[in-house]
């Protein structure tokens, strides 16, 4: 079950000092910090369709009166929430969610080749909703408010970030952001994108900065061929590599500073051409191929966070609350992630599904102690049950 060792990526200290570091608590008594980041970790991870108003009604649940022991209010109202989330210091969630991310590496391990994927989604609802945000022209995107999540995914989402500005509509700009502001305090890992980044220039940022990254490219793109890179025609489980190249890039206006590797490849499936960009000399292209087919996972993560962690739904419509809440919903990803690895889970609705009821359980245990009883007899009843 692991449970206690995954919830212990939350230490019971961290909380009480981070809202000492952050000043989260001045100038109020009722919702402060930590009740409020537990109530909505626990109304995340519990409720698929988590709102205001369920947070209102878990708060008074047998449930969050034991695990928010201490607090002498009974009852709160939804209004109150809304009005905390818009005020509260997002600070103190980011730095929960940052020692998080620590904490799991720590703890479970990083992967030998640390690669790290980058994508974003979007989250888009009418502007009578919503009233910041980007718009999109032509036909009803017009009508709608567009925010956009970018995020640095590993086997965990390692760095999140909010963007509302038109100006970060291009993934030319909102990826290359988090990419540079990821690579500020590590650069060991490899960079994986999609097409959303095009621009020469941006290449060249990376390249400059040692920046490692794999990326695919239009196979129209302009460029001139400058050597080849030693190869062999190589059939993966899913394509068949054609070419190796280094190329200079240019587009319409400016050429790239630096040469890349063109690697050229056929899908077995559709005979489609498709090619992959980037500034990595030694590794094959087989293996090229095989870490951007990995950037599949942050695709598969951002369905898992919109479906089951409710992301698509934004409870807050103020810009400080929605950032609270996509800080901890990040957090349960993490833990969800922790509880799926150690008990080599496959799957995140199954693993949410098991994570509940482990989490039930440990709440029955702790309810049987504080009534005199010995918690110790749960396990036996429950080891009966599975023979």
Known sequence: MELQKILSLIPANLLEELAVETKVNIFTKKLQGE???KLLLHC??????NSLRVMESAYETLFFKLVNQGQKHTTIHYSSISTRLSVINVSY?????????SLYHNELGEDKAHIMKFDSTIVALSTKLLQIGYHLKGGDAEKYRQLKFTVGYSNIPEIVHFYKEQTHSSENITLKETILKQSETEIKSIKVFDRGINARKTYDI???KRIQFVSRINTNAKHDKKSSHPVKIVKTSTLEIVSDEWCQ????????KFLYRRIEATLLSTGESICFITNIE???AEEITEIYKQRWEIEVFFRFIKQLLNLKHLISRNENGIKVVLYVIMIAAILLQAY????KLKGYKITK???EADLEVEIVKDLVQICGGNPDLINNILACNSS
């Open 93 to 101: 969630f980011e730095k929960i969610f940052k020692t998080c991310v």
């Open 249 to 256: 890039f240019y587009g319409e206006t400016c050429k790239a």
């Open 340 to 343: 799926k690895k150690l008990n």
């Open 206 to 208: 990376f390249t400059e």
């Open 282 to 284: 030694n590794l094959t």
């Open 44 to 49: 995340i991870i519990s409720h698929k369709d």
């Open 35 to 37: 009740v409020i980041f």
């Open 353 to 355: 599904l098991k994570f």
